[in-house]
């Protein structure tokens, strides 16, 4: 049986960018498309040109992708020809091969937020479309809170799927704008579009999130007939956000009945790499990625369950219903029960750690253990777990020793009374019997105050004597904090991430109800796995 | 006509607490009881008693709930009786008034998880039930794997739910374990069951969020005929998360078609609270609240895009599916544009200022807009929000001015080679023209180290002269840390919260690239709201 096509139509730029709190610059809009590009999907709507300057100078510079590369705008208004909308205008004047055009279809909206007649708006829909079209264009039309419209106003609301389709849209779009549609509405009301005559092929489905059935609705409308399936990565978007692209892929292209009937333009490798993907978008936003987040989240393969944990070592079909690996990411068992300790097993021999003895295995996670009930994680912070491996084996050389550390943190007004703040480190590290005395001040490139960690990790690696030359390529390159009790019990989690020369990055965590000790752990943890990863040799040792 | 009656049954306390890195005390299973009892969930399941010490010690001193107080256990063991088997004895011993027992009902997990006959498996269903019925209790029993067990083997899955209700269940729910059932299939199955012979109002529904669609299979089962719902507060869940009934709740009580066909337990007044409810959880877990959540996110109302923001202004049904007082939920309009305008007057009406002029208000919104592009954010930080608007409006008293701070971290080790951490705090604050020195270290009430937060604060507050009655009963109640952008150029937003002897509770924010500076920032604010608030006097001030 040959497989219907099912097309992905990517809205990340663009109605993701309506999320509260995101504004891409230029640089990521094009990161983003890259990403989007390699994953497969099949247009990719950039923004809308004229709206705001990062949209212009992104389709100024417009992204070279396989994807169809799309400009977002709106029908015409009334009272104006569509030659002579400066809007339409702007969005024309990009050049893309495609353009989307969102105009209503919910009489309501018509009259209430528009203020035209019906008969006006059918008008502005059809030249508008059509004149995309006589531009040599891809027209494509967003059908505004089409569910909503059909309910009202049926005959009104096909009539403006109609007019679009008969001025030659390639893709009518049925939009649930509001998020309010539920499951078996869209199916009905899908199945109706295509009974009254456009095509499945033809219909697009957009859907948000604001009854929690975004994903749902899509799949509703993909089961009713419609071809094309708008998303976001991520499921970013106005308000609850757009049906997240990185679940409704996995599910098209690995679960049943859409794996047999369906194929789109995402091959299994890119698949692999949707995790990454999704990581890359909450790295740019600087999100804490959602751990429960379907396929991709950290927890979406963590077997907590005792009972759970053990069928998983039987058979990992019992208690998954996708593997993992397929979409990038890795099952978690808890390291508390035999499942776990295969797991660590594993994880030591990557880290090149001849497999220990069952024993050892035991001593390392109860040893994890005692400090992930203090506060620590080492979800991310792999470079501090390899550390304590080694250290519960015995394994860690003593490179050196901190013998005091002190930080100063001030503001105040100078002689003209301009205020001035200033954060001083002292430390001092004994190696080899040898006392090594370093000071330095929080105040950065550009003349700002880097602050206490900055100052901290400045002092800490400004004189380590014999290993200087190891560690002269280390640069922090992140830096997150999170309180891991509320309150005024509160402990400090802090994680921070280095690079090398090498391209290796790498992070280690400190915890202290101390904001300023726990970000020095982290650097001392830092610098210690660089010593042993590059084979530092402890001076006067054999 | 008459509604059909909808069941709510919770299982946060349960299957939450499966959630990765969830673990709750034992009376924080209290407060949680407690807010559901509020609610109006009909039954709460409050965990496995006998599995671990926090469910035997929450079962020891149970909740009194008008909801019927559930025990969750599993089905017998083979080769034992009912009565000789300790783990259900234990789940009984607890003696709530309802017992949910899960089972087996997917062939697989027979053979090759338990390893018994299938024959065996359904002896242990069969006799579990009735022995919980015979001790006078409600038996429900949870089909585990049911279906994936159904699509493997009907007749089976059938037989052991058949098995149950014969034994005298009286809910029989459907589980989807793994997560991996679409809405389809589970309408489709769910038909089944009932049309073989079990009632929909003996079938309940439980799902997991694995391919985002559990708020959609719980819907798609009652579609069908299954009249009760499983679910937990904000999703949590092993993995992806259990079906949230956070979600679930508003969709069966506001929208249609459930609206007019079913009643459920909870009232319109319950509902109003439901933004609480699932904040007091986040606050329990010390979660950030996921700000896209349907219905009770932050962001849920958020009109971001220009065109829908003015049409909300128009009439707030363009852009919302559901008025979001309902939920206890709030309009979100950005303040950058005529809806935003009106919007803040209100804000600054229910401050107590005087409703100021439009040149005013356009100047408040310049100064917050260049703020936040700072990365200060007034989302949640209200009280930082009404001074900025008082400056702005010259509205602020000079109460006293910090000439400067100095805060000191240290780390060393005392005479005996013990490791000792210091903070110290300098604070210089001038009042009326008179100098006031304080001094303060960061040493908590345990002895521990509280850190330079701490001690600012300390310092901050122990002599600011003739204010110093008001602040007296001021207290740091929660603290949290955030980075606003990555790497090195990270600037640090710390959010303080605050409360007082009257039971208000403030929130103010400070940003710096130092965490130091921005901390303290955001205590100043605390006090100064306090000192505003109170009508404190400046010395000497008419």
């Known amino acids: 049986m040959t497989r219907d096509r099912l097309t992905l139509y990517d809205t990340t730029l663009r109605d993701g960018q309506q999320t509260q709190g995101v504004q891409f610059s230029t640089p990521e809009k094009h990161l983003i498309a890259a990403a989007l590009d390699r994953l497969g999907v099949d247009y990719i709507e950039g923004g809308w040109p004229g709206a705001n300057p990062t949209d212009s100078d992104f389709f100024a510079d417009a992204p070279q992708t396989r994807a169809t590369f799309t400009a977002f705008g709106m029908t015409k208004r009334a009272g104006r020809s569509a030659e002579n909308d400066e809007v339409l205008a702007g969005v024309l004047n990009a050049g893309t091969r495609a353009v989307c055009l969102v105009g209503k279809t919910h009489d309501f909206h018509v009259t209430t937020a528009l203020g035209i007649t019906l008969g006006d ?52 779009v049925l939009c649930d704008t509001n998020g309010g549609a539920l499951p078996a509405e869209v199916s009905r009301i899908t199945r109706a579009v295509i009974a009254a005559g456009i095509p499945g092929d033809r219909l697009g489905i957009h859907t948000h999130d604001d009854t929690g059935n975004a994903v749902a609705n899509s799949l509703a409308a993909v089961d009713a007939g419609a071809r094309q399936v708008q998303g976001t990565l991520n499921g970013l978007g106005e308000r609850c956000g757009n049906a997240n692209l990185t679940t409704l892929i996995p599910t098209l292209l690995l679960k049943e009945p859409y794996r047999s009937r369906f194929e789109t333009g995402v091959s299994e490798a890119a698949l692999r790499g949707l995790v990454k993907t999704s990581r890359m978008l909450d790295d740019i936003l600087n999100r804490v990625p959602l751990r429960s987040a379907p396929y991709v989240g950290a927890s979406a393969f963590a077997h907590k369950a005792g009972l759970h944990a053990s069928a998983i070592l039987k058979d990992p079909a019992t208690y998954e219903h996708v593997p993992p690996e397929t979409v990038g990411n890795a099952r978690i068992v808890p390291m508390s029960n035999q499942a776990g300790q295969s797991n660590l097993r594993e994880r030591l021999r990557d880290m090149g750690l001849a497999v220990p003895e069952k024993a050892d295995l035991g001593r390392i996670l109860e040893r994890i253990k005692t400090r992930e009930a203090d506060g620590y994680s080492y979800d991310t912070a792999q470079a501090s777990f390899e550390l304590e491996a080694r250290r519960e084996l015995g394994l860690m050389p003593g490179f050196f020793e901190v ?58 690696m400004k004189d380590l004597g014999p290993y200087q030359d190891l560690i002269g390529d280390m640069e922090l390159v992140d830096f997150k904090v999170r309180i891991t009790n509320g309150g005024t019990e509160a402990r400090t989690r802090v994680v921070i991430d280095h690079e090398d020369s090498l391209g290796r990055r790498w992070s280690t965590v400190g915890v202290s109800s101390n904001i300023i000790d726990a970000s020095f752990e982290a650097l001392l943890d830092a610098v210690l796995w660089k010593l042993v990863s590059d084979g530092a040799r402890v001076p006067g040792a054999a």
Chains 1, 2 share one sequence.
């Open 121 to 172: 708006n059918l008008d502005n829909i059809a030249k508008s479309v059509a004149h995309v079209v006589a531009q040599g264009r891809e027209a494509l039309f967003d059908a505004e809170h089409f569910f909503d419209g059909y309910k009202a106003n049926p005959d009104y609301a096909l009539a403006c799927c109609k007019a679009a389709h008969e001025a030659g849209a390639r893709w009518i």
């Open 403 to 460: 013998e005091r550390y002190r930080a100063t943190v001030e503001r105040r007004r100078d002689a003209r009374g301009n205020p001035v703040h200033l954060s001083e480190v002292t430390v001092v590290v004994n190696i080899a019997g040898e006392r090594h005395l370093s000071v330095s001040e929080g105040i950065m490139a550009d003349g700002s105050d880097g602050g206490p960690v900055h100052a901290l990790s400045k002092a800490l």
